[in-house]
């Protein structure tokens, strides 16, 4: 028998800090007020989008270690990863850190990787204190995937806005909420798509398949929680993920949130589908959710982020967008929490 996707982490290690970090076109979408801070300037003060995008790792983390008391030299482990080549972002934004680093790669999913990461090697006490750190970035994102900028191609209507963003967190021993509950570990899911301008439609699949995983694992239910939330789906992806649920026979849109439809404004932002990047769910999980969850107005949610696992080379070969996306439980309460509470209700 196989094992399965899914980690209780019996420890329910806390996620004891988070910050996010934006650029202009976030501040000015309805989740602004829950960005730490914001860089007017693309260039973030630096020569290069690239530079700047380094930039918005260092702030993340710094924002963040600032926040739980922190040094740098109190973190065991830092996960992180973003969008370019080889993670350059990451490497050279939080290279003056000199912590121990593991970089790794989900593409949008990034952050929800990172946080599984961090909360296993927490949970199994090999880590006192792990971090998470991701970014995105218009400008770099376009010409690496896409086209140069001053190219003025035209946008397709499924085409999405890679967020210029990033978020940070760290992870502890069981403190204060929000807890980590569980992890499930996704699988590649590629369901033919090749347009590189409909990741949403590339991304679905791979969150259908891992929330599926969760719910089949747990014996849980869309009921058990308030949000289910994607990375960046988008208004494509959204509507697809709901209908394959629908087609067994479950209804999510109730609870369903996607990060990449929160973010902006349809109305007075020009994001055709909606946001998407590594920062897009980063931001939204550091700077909107946890301290939804840390103050109890929500309880419970699957934190889903989705990537595309492309190659601008070999997708111009033709090949299909192979997708991932991993999943993590946070929670206000713990499982000695609930139980606690139902003694109660019956002594009562």
Request: hydrophobic share 35%; net charge negative; proline share 4%.
């Amino acid at each position: 028998m196989s094992l399965k996707a899914t980690k209780i982490l019996k420890h329910t290690p806390s996620v004891i800090a988070s910050a996010a970090v934006g650029g202009k076109k976030e501040h000015e979408g309805p989740m602004g007020d829950y960005f730490d801070k914001i860089n007017d300037d693309p260039y973030f003060s630096g020569d290069t989008f690239e530079q700047g995008e380094c930039q918005l790792q260092k702030q993340s983390v710094l924002h963040t270690l600032n926040k739980a008391g922190l040094e740098a030299t109190d973190i065991d482990v830092l996960f992180g990863g973003d969008l370019l080549n080889q993670c350059t972002g990451t490497t050279y934004g939080v290279r003056s850190f000199e912590m121990p680093f593991l970089g790794i790669y989900g593409a949008c999913s990034t952050m929800a990787e990172g946080l599984l990461m961090s909360s296993l090697f927490v949970n199994a006490g090999y880590a006192d204190k792990a971090m998470a750190v991701t970014s995105s970035h218009f400008c770099t994102a376009e010409r690496q995937y896409r086209f140069p900028l001053n190219y003025g191609g035209q946008r397709t209507p499924t085409s999405q806005w890679t967020a210029t963003a990033g978020g940070a967190l760290v992870v502890s021993a069981k403190e204060n909420p929000p807890y980590v509950r569980a992890c499930t570990i996704g699988k590649i899911v590629d369901m033919g798509v090749t347009d590189a301008n409909n990741m949403g439609a590339a991304m679905a699949p791979a969150a259908y398949s891992t929330i599926k995983e969760f719910f089949e694992d747990t014996g849980m239910s869309p009921e058990d929680f308030d949000f289910i939330v994607t990375g960046d789906l988008g208004k494509v992806g959204s509507r697809i993920l709901c209908e394959l649920f629908e087609r067994d026979g479950i209804n999510i849109r109730d609870r369903h949130k996607d990060c990449g439809l929160m973010l902006y404004s349809f109305d007075e932002q020009d994001v055709h589908a909606g946001g998407s990047g590594c920062g897009c769910a980063g931001s939204m999980l550091c700077g909107y959710f946890i301290p939804q969850l840390r103050a109890g107005a929500i309880r419970n949610i699957l934190f889903a982020a989705t990537g595309a696992l492309l190659s601008p080379t070999v997708n111009q070969q033709g090949e299909t967008i192979p997708s991932i996306s991993h999943l993590v439980w946070l929670s206000h309460e713990t499982a000695d929490d609930l139980s606690d509470t139902n003694s109660a209700e019956k002594e009562n």
